[in-house]
């Protein structure tokens, strides 16, 4: 069920488990399982109510999220989403991973379930790589330990690389790339060794980078770029 999910373009198929373990899902009136399977040519399948429609052209593109948004299709608190900076797509996309509220940068999104399982998947290790910003010095032993694996409340982290630090007043910036997804990992692996973070901007997920692209704007990824993704 939730390989047809993310064919339809709807949702990642992590994303869609979890659709089905909530109870969105149904096939034929009845509330669906995981395992239960289903063909879209012979069974009415809906998800929240409405029927599962398969999207004829794949979509993909780079996002600049900007600080304030939710990498969400919708937000019970109301707060704005990163689908409404993309309102004027004719296909629906969906967030490839997330950014939390206070962090912003580069989004991929697609309506490519598989291509997002993927790339989401831990097994994959895509890099990731991130602008900070930390109250105070990194020292050389902060930036050792953040290279070397930092312990968190779940587990070691893998080794990260630090590169162009430079200070700024009472702060300090840097990049660190990582190939883990924690959840917000970059600020906690900060904050354990003792450089709150101030600003975080995500700049760089493989190939890609987030460039001269405004804030609250979007660009189509090439077809010479989707071809690399999927060979990642």
Partial sequence: MQKLIAAAGLASRRE???WIDERRV???GQLASLGDTADPQLDRIEVDGRPLEFAEKKLYLLLNKPVGYVTTARDPQGRPTVMDLVKELSGRVFPVGRL???????LLMTNDGELANRLAHPRHQVEKTYLVRVRGMLSAQASRSLETGVRLEDGMTAPARVGRVRASGSHTWFEISLREGRNRQVRRMCEAVGCPVSRLRRIRIGFLEIGTLQPGKFRMLTA?????????
Avoid: F, H, I, Q
């Fill in 16 to 18: 869609a488990e979890r």
């Fill in 26 to 28: 149904s096939v034929n």
């Fill in 100 to 106: 939390d509220l206070t962090t912003d940068g580069l």
């Fill in 224 to 232: 010479e770029e989707v071809g690399k993704l999927k060979k990642m």
